[in-house]
């Protein structure tokens, strides 16, 4: 230890019953929130790494003194799901964050959106997530034609190739050495989503990308809202609809119109390969059945080749599934929020099979004639959850997880619906055991209470 870092430690004044000094930061983050730290965390925090500057989009590590307040800057209360510990930040506001498991782990690291509350895991571990956000605009699909490899271009004054940053160094020493091979100029960038999935490294946003580079086709490359507009198409309805399946929702007009354009044939303007964006599905339905991308596509897929049943069982598992885990911009499925808050309720709609949905959910989370644009919506949806806890007097574990439902499976419309969750919460997490979990959301409820309601 420094004598820099042992002076910073010592004005330092973490919640600490027996009043002593902690002698890491490790030992003080782990105290702070009564967690257990892998030894890649304990490293992150007492190596000095995260003082240093990133290498990809995330750049910004969190300061472990920031993490030991009591109401930490860098949480976003309600819009952030409150067993998120943020790490490390891309100067625009989405964060790299630590998603506290049940056991008092880390479970894995999730990419969190602050646009609109959505998140993706992004690894079992930040050493993962790291060197997977250097690796993202190299991967095939949609981005890559804005990708310019990692080290093939020459870094601006002062600024280190991104392999020699530090904390894709510190990233790169808790991972095989084989994958440092992928962030070199000459690597074939369709060996890296492969030798990722191959060693079990970033394995959901990989194949997140994999989905997204199977469905991508010439329609959802070229097409601009400007075109859309041409044929008094709607951008965020009508041509959303038409990306996400040119070859069943692409009007005949409008396709022949642009294959003479763009000089292509319908096939080429048009295809997609929803076979492999359903094996990809397949896995993650299984691995993590919390994603509601996972249904929503695999969902889709089933239904157009016509297995109605297997469509259903998908679309219903994404209709429980948390809206900010749909990746719905992304995917162009956000399409049907005039029908539903959710893609799979508004396809079990269409399917006529709500019936496979709770009657009371569809009611809160359809609204008014399936309208989910009108009303208070969301806290009617927080209400059923609510309603479920009253009803069925569930054990403290399954309390906890319908009160994150209550504040995380849409939102709510009000920050003191929120406010009203957050002692039931954290009191669930206690009697279940789950001490992270309930000390890291005491910090969310202290920001939501600083911020917006202490005057």
Known sequence: MTTELASRLTLVDPINAAGASPSRWSDAIAQRYSLRLSPELVDWFDSGVCDGAGGGEFDEPVSPEVLLERAPEVVWPALMPPDLLPLVGNRLGDWLCAKIAANDTVGEIVYWYHGGGDWLPYGKSLPEAILFDVLADRLPGRRQRHAIPAASHPARRGELPIEQRPLVQWALQHLPTELRALLKADQDLDEIAPTLLRHEVAEIPVRCACVLTALESELRR???????????????????????????????????????????????????????????????????PDLGWVHDIGGAAARRDGRMDLAASCFVRGAMSSVF?????????????DRAAKFSVANLIQMD??????????????????????????????????????????????????????????????????RSIFDPLIDAAEQSGQMARANVARSHRACLLQRYFIK
Not at 229 to 249: K, L, S, T, V
Not at 358 to 366: C, G
Not at 394 to 414: E, F, N
Request: glycine share 6%; with cysteine; aromatic share 12%.
């Open 353 to 418: 099979r709500v019936d496979a949905l709770p009657a009371a959910y569809l009611a809160a989370i359809s609204g008014h004639g399936y309208g989910a644009g009108r009303g208070p919506w969301r806290d009617a949806i927080a209400d059923y959850w609510l309603e479920q806890i009253s009803q069925k007097q569930p054990d403290q574990a399954t309390r906890y997880h319908w009160l994150m439902k209550a504040g995380w499976d849409v939102g709510c419309d009000s920050l003191e619906k929120y």
């Open 325 to 337: 885990t749909d990746q719905a911009i992304r995917f162009r499925t956000h399409f049907e929020s």
């Open 222 to 288: 070229r097409l601009t809202p400007m075109e859309a507009a041409e044929f008094g198409a709607d951008w965020e309805y009508d041509a959303a609809r038409w990306i996400f399946d040119p070859q069943r929702n692409l009007p005949d007009s409008v396709r022949d119109l642009l294959c003479q354009r763009w000089q292509l044939t319908p096939e080429q303007l048009t295809a997609q390969d929803w076979s492999a964006a359903q094996r990809h599905c397949d896995v993650m339905s299984v691995e993590r």
